[in-house]
């Protein structure tokens, strides 16, 4: 199995930075984030690949950004110019290919970011 530990989260006040970081025990091909906010859906906040393609939820562009460290299986997310609406529990995510066609998902246990006014 794949173990994911996040840190990096806290509290901060609107327009300040966070830096969140996530460690995998394997190499895996793609990393990334995902939030989740009291009473909403997870949804993806960014994912890089080890290739370096990446992909951002269109309210978050511009503000973060996530980088990799493939040697230490590590992804980082930098979070700039935080506002009241990103506060959320951050998981990391980390997906590889499974058989023909399929994937498997691994999560960690979630680091609460909160941001006030």
């Known amino acids: 199995q794949v173990q994911l530990v996040e840190s990096g989260g806290g509290l901060v006040q609107a327009g300040g930075s966070l830096r969140l970081s996530c460690a995998a025990s394997?190499?895996?091909?793609?990393m990334g984030w995902y939030r989740q906010a009291p009473g909403k859906q997870r949804e993806l906040v960014a994912v890089?690949?080890?290739?370096?393609?990446?992909n951002y939820a269109d309210s978050v562009k511009g503000r973060f950004t996530i980088s990799r460290d493939n040697a230490r299986n590590t992804v980082y997310l930098q979070m700039n110019s935080l506002k009241p609406e990103d506060t959320a529990v951050y998981y990391c995510?980390?997906?590889?290919?499974?058989?023909?066609?399929?994937?498997?998902?691994?999560w960690g246990q979630g680091t609460q970011v909160t941001v006030s006014s």
């Open positions: 995510n980390a997906r590889r290919r499974s058989g023909v066609g399929g994937c498997v998902d691994y």
């Open positions: 394997l190499s895996i091909n793609t």
């Open positions: 890089r690949t080890s290739g370096g393609s990446t």
